[in-house]
């Protein structure tokens, strides 16, 4: 396993001693060693100093398995990241940021927000470059990707987030792979890769999915002649496969990885050895410790934060019942200023008490006073409104005895002209008989009437009256009299009807208004039209039919 678990270490300076021999020393972070060894059949540059990167040969199948010590563990995780990071192995953008994650917890531990603030990974590399580029996003985005998979890490030591990163990167495609590049016999060039699990052929443009695959219990015997490599199937039934390599170094070296390779693979599964089982209880036994170590750390920090806690929720509780004892202090003082105010205010309200009392007795007998008026204001209204309906009843009756007059006087004027009429028939017959002969009178000759009797004679067959002039005058006087006499009335009587109205017009209540008396209003406001008036304009009119 000593070839399984070498590992990458970090910068190392070298001394050119004498030729092709070096004293190495070998710094890591948690070692520090110095030995000496020769380079042989290497181009070493001649620039001092020398930097070496020691790297894992042989990659193991399960890490979680085969890594025993945690140095191991340590050192081979510093190079399977840096190979992700350069891109030697290709790892999903996706899987990127969470392999990142493990990561930054392995190196700054659990997650906490007052220290780890916005931009504290700023100066870190812990995304491929080609992830990066693949996407329009800030490194405050990305950042703030992997802090929210980096909080749900809380708990897991460094050696056990390494191990989560190892887990996830020996399930890529390319890890582990060692490549080169190869010929077949018909001279197609390809890429032939070794790793954990056996030998795969490669297309030279996809280095993900191999396009044949020799596992290492299927493979027989591999050899090479010079350039010529050849690998023989345990089953006879397949051909053997050969290809070309550029040089004979080359081939060495993919004979060193398959031997390592094929017996690593077989040793995994065998029995482990009494050494690599001891290793591996100490191990255990060595995890166990550390486990229970840090168990006990998380108790006494889950304690301490406990007693920090406890700690500043009394101290909280202290200044909040200082709090609550100044402002009860201060409601105290403000209820004792009050209970002083409130006495007042009762000894006011109290006198303003007996004054309301005596003031609503007075309203009481206001009250009192206001209803005996308001019910004589009721009775009045009353009367008013009888006294203006008897007074129209009255226009009313006057108004019709005026036109019975007036047809009266109308036929008076006719039976005038009629007796004038007849007169003037008389007058005009008895001229008649004058002119004729004149005969002995027949009867006595009547005694003369008074002078104020009007005269009547019966010629033939005709009956004639005749009025003297001083009567006609006396009766149309007595006529011109009486109208004006009613105008009188009439004008007098609509003055009082008004008066009325405006004395009651205040009493009126507006919301008890009929549609009659609306209509009624409305007319009056037009001008005071009325059945009455729309008899007699046919009569000032001259008497023309009213056309409906």
Request: hydrophobic letters at 35%.
């Amino acid at each position: 396993m000593a070839g399984a678990i070498a590992s990458r270490m970090s910068f190392s300076s070298l001394k050119r001693k004498q030729p092709k021999t070096f004293t190495v020393r070998i710094v890591t972070m948690d070692a520090e060693m110095e030995f000496n060894c020769e380079v042989l059949d290497h181009d070493v540059s001649k620039e001092e100093p020398v930097t070496f990167h020691f790297l894992a040969k042989f990659y193991p199948e399960n890490a979680e398995e085969e890594l025993v010590q945690e140095i191991t563990q340590h050192l081979f995780f510093l190079q399977v990241k840096k190979q992700i990071l350069d891109e030697k192995i290709y790892c999903p953008p996706e899987a990127s940021v969470l392999l990142a994650s493990y990561a930054v917890q392995a190196k700054y531990g659990d997650y906490d927000p007052s220290v780890h603030k916005r931009g504290f990974l700023a100066q870190e590399e812990l995304l491929p470059k080609r992830v990066i580029n693949l996407y329009q996003m800030t490194p405050e985005m990305w950042e703030e990707r992997i802090t929210a998979w980096y909080a749900e890490h809380r708990g897991r030591a460094r050696d056990e987030a390494e191990m989560e990163y190892l887990k996830i990167a020996q399930d890529l495609e390319m890890y582990g792979v060692n490549y080169f590049a190869i010929r077949n016999k018909k001279g197609t060039e390809l890429l032939l890769g070794v790793d954990a699990l056996g030998l795969h052929i490669y297309d030279p443009e996809n280095r993900l999915t191999p396009k044949i695959s020799f596992p290492w219990n299927e493979i027989r015997n591999i050899s090479y002649s010079d350039k010529e490599f050849t690998i023989k199937p345990l089953d006879k039934k397949i051909d053997v496969f050969k290809f070309n390599s550029s040089k004979l170094r080359v081939n060495k070296l993919i004979l060193q990885l398959c031997i390592g390779n094929h017996d690593l693979f077989m040793r995994r599964r065998k029995a482990d050895s009494l050494e690599v089982q001891q290793m591996k209880a100490q191990a255990r036994e060595e995890k166990a410790r550390k486990q229970m170590e840090r168990q006990r750390l998380a108790r006494e920090k889950q304690m301490r934060e406990e007693a920090e806690r406890t700690r500043d929720e009394l101290e909280r509780r202290l200044l909040q019942m200082k709090e609550e004892a100044t402002m009860a202090n201060e409601a105290l003082m403000r209820s004792e200023e009050t209970a002083d105010l409130l006495a007042e205010k009762a000894q006011i309200t109290e006198e303003e008490a007996k004054l309301l009392a005596q003031k609503a007795a007075e309203a009481e007998q206001e009250m009192q006073r206001i209803k005996a008026t308001a019910i004589r204001t009721e009775e009045e209204k009353r009367l008013m409104e009888q006294k203006v309906l008897e007074a129209e009843v009255l226009a009313l009756k006057m108004a019709e005895e005026s036109e019975r007059r007036a047809k009266e006087a109308d036929q008076l004027k006719q039976d005038l002209q009629e007796a004038r009429e007849a007169e003037r028939r008389a007058k005009q017959k008895l001229l008649e008989i004058a002119t004729k002969p004149t005969y002995p009178p027949m009867n006595p000759i009547p005694a003369p009437l008074p002078p104020d009797i009007p005269s009547f004679s019966l010629i033939g067959d005709s009956l004639s009256f005749d009025f003297k002039d001083t009567d006609m005058k006396r009766l149309s006087m007595e006529i011109e009299k009486e109208k004006v006499e009613y105008m009188e009335k009439s004008k007098h009587l609509q003055e009082q009807l008004n008066e009325l109205k405006t004395e009651i017009e205040a009493l009126k209540l507006k919301e008890r208004e009929t549609a009659l008396d609306i209509l009624h209003n409305e007319n009056s406001d037009r001008g005071g039209s009325s059945k009455h008036n729309t008899i007699k304009k046919p009569q000032a009119q001259g008497r023309r039919p009213i056309c409906i």
